[in-house]
């Protein structure tokens, strides 16, 4: 009997959630499957509110209010425009800021400020932070389902918001299918409507960072919210100031407030006292050094936190009053100069392995953990194509080589991210594309080449386990994280590249029903339900549900199209 952790967001969602214990796979095409959570057991909420695959919007929130000094941004929540926002019925402002002026942060706050005020539960707060680094953080969807989930879990007139979700949940739940974006925004109006006795407050950061494809949704979103003009709604959006439709939100949002960099200097000064009394990474230097790097930082942060930040990186190093002023003398003006110096202290014995890492890291469709990644540096392609090299993996620990300016490492999670939203961009930009230095330009990210090398490290990954998994199978924590992406992730990159080399080698992982492909389908679950049998798919059924039309014209004229399986019944 295989004994499975069930996750909400898909059958894994780390090392955590996966286990194999005792498994007994009686034939090539068949499993049976328990699951350790028992949905039968669970109520209707939790069964509604796990169909819904909300993101846990409080990682976000938390992240950010880790970086929240105390006293700052309080010339926006102490100010008329908030005051006024919090008050005027049918309200929408729009909060504004350039890249890297701590909108997040001020977000945070602002969250946690309406959450002190629902002292009587007279109000509900539902919020959605947007996220560069996670595929199904930029969507739409997934930002009316977290929105939908947060306010299914509160005690406020739980009955009513029950009743507006389960019915969109009982259309879908016999095909195991998912809403469209006009079903939730449908969904989410109704649920507004019955909490007219609340005041409602919903808070959405990072609207920048929203998949393109997003944006004609919620501005029809925008649209029917503006329409119903609900007394009760104050709806606060946080972005950059040019993105798409921006004229859409100008019309619909009745203010709008820009971040001032005066503000935000005061802000980093405030941030900067703190830092120098607090953290123990400035232990070492003095009064006057300390006095040195607040002065020199505060004037020249130009309303720009990120900035300030990544200066705090290469100061913690310095060891006198002599080191501190050589390296505030040479400050890189800008955030690209920021990056492209962090780029030229990597060794040049490096450039390939850092170079990977990024290309993952800017278009991987999932966070990444520190022992995938030490996994996929082993890629290597010759004349011959990509292959692994398990001679070149390296120790998860090494993978911070690439420096705290550059990425994030959450070792709580064992997950590593870019360290922000204008790492990427830098990464992609023409800026560095043209840098005179060819040891900074050639570190240039291109989108589909990047996409091409995932695809092709995934593939090349899952064809060399060409022996059907048993319970006699011993996993150590890189190969299962590297696996378990590869399973559930080839075939969207393979869409984004559309590439019939690509295409051809997927065919080979898919057509034979062999054990490489077997092995794909069981890390995954394909299609698994609780407390139900579960057989293999068919590998026609499966590539039709991933869209990929070019193996299905392959597969058509060698499979029984009509073979009956799967929750649609059958691949047509």
Known sequence: MTSINYAPHGMFTGASDFMIKNANFHNANTMHIHYSSNLQTMSETEQISRWLSPSNAFQGLNFFLEKRTAGTGEWFLKGKEFNDWKQIPSSCLWLQGDVGSGKSVLVSAIITHLKSLDVHEKQLVAFYFFDFRNAIKQSFNNLVTTLLSQLLSSTTMQEEIFLAIWKLYDSHKKYGSKPSNRELIATLKEVISVLKSNSLFLIIDGLDEMESQGFKPFVQLMEELNKMAYPH????????????????????????????????????????????????????????????????????????????????????????????????????????????????????????????????????????????????????????????????????????????????????????????????????????????????????????????????????????????????????????????????????????????????????????????????????????????????????????????????????????????????????
């Open 233 to 572: 709604l104050h709806l606060l959006i946080a972005s950059r100031p040019h993105i798409p439709y921006a004229y859409a939100l100008e019309k619909f949002c009745s203010k709008t407030v820009l971040i001032e960099k005066d503000n935000v200097n005061a802000d980093v000064e405030i941030f900067l006292d703190y830092t120098m009394k607090n953290d123990y990474s400035f232990g070492h230097h003095g009064t006057e050094q300390k006095n040195q790097i607040i002065n020199s930082l505060t004037k020249r942060a130009n309303g720009m936190f990120r900035w300030v930040d990544c200066q705090l990186n290469s100061l913690q190093s310095c060891i006198g009053l002599k080191a501190v002023e050589s390296v505030l003398i040479q400050l890189p003006a800008t955030l690209n100069d920021t990056y492209i110096r962090a780029l030229q202290s990597i060794e040049a014995s490096r450039t390939e392995d850092t170079k990977q890492v990024l290309q993952w890291l800017c278009f991987s469709m999932e966070p990444l953990t520190l022992d995938a990644l030490g996994e996929v540096i082993a890629f290597v392609r010759d004349d011959d194509g990509m292959r692994f090299e398990k001679k070149y993996r390296i120790a998860p620990e090494h993978i911070v080589f690439l420096g705290a300016t550059l990425i994030h490492v959450d070792h709580t999670e064992n997950i590593v991210e870019l360290a922000h939203t204008s790492v990427k961009e830098f990464l992609l930009s023409e800026h560095l594309k043209s840098h005179s230095s060819t040891a900074v330009s050639q570190l240039h990210i291109h989108e589909y080449l990047s996409h091409r090398l995932i695809v092709e490290s995934c593939l090349t990954y899952l064809l060399q386990f060409n022996t059907e998994i048993t319970d006699t199978f011993q996993w150590n924590e890189e190969i299962i994280q590297c696996l378990l992406y590869a399973a559930r992730n080839w075939h969207k990159h393979a869409k984004v590249v559309n590439s019939d080399k690509i295409y051809q080698k997927a065919y080979s992982l898919i057509q034979s029903n062999g054990a490489e492909y077997i092995n794909s389908m069981k890390l995954t679950l394909f299609e698994a339900k609780p407390d139900q049998h579960w057989e293999v798919p068919q590998a026609l059924y499966f590539t039709a549900w991933c869209s990929l039309q070019a193996i299905v014209k392959q597969l058509v004229n060698e499979m029984n199209v009509n073979a009956k399986g799967g929750t649609w019944g059958s691949a047509l």
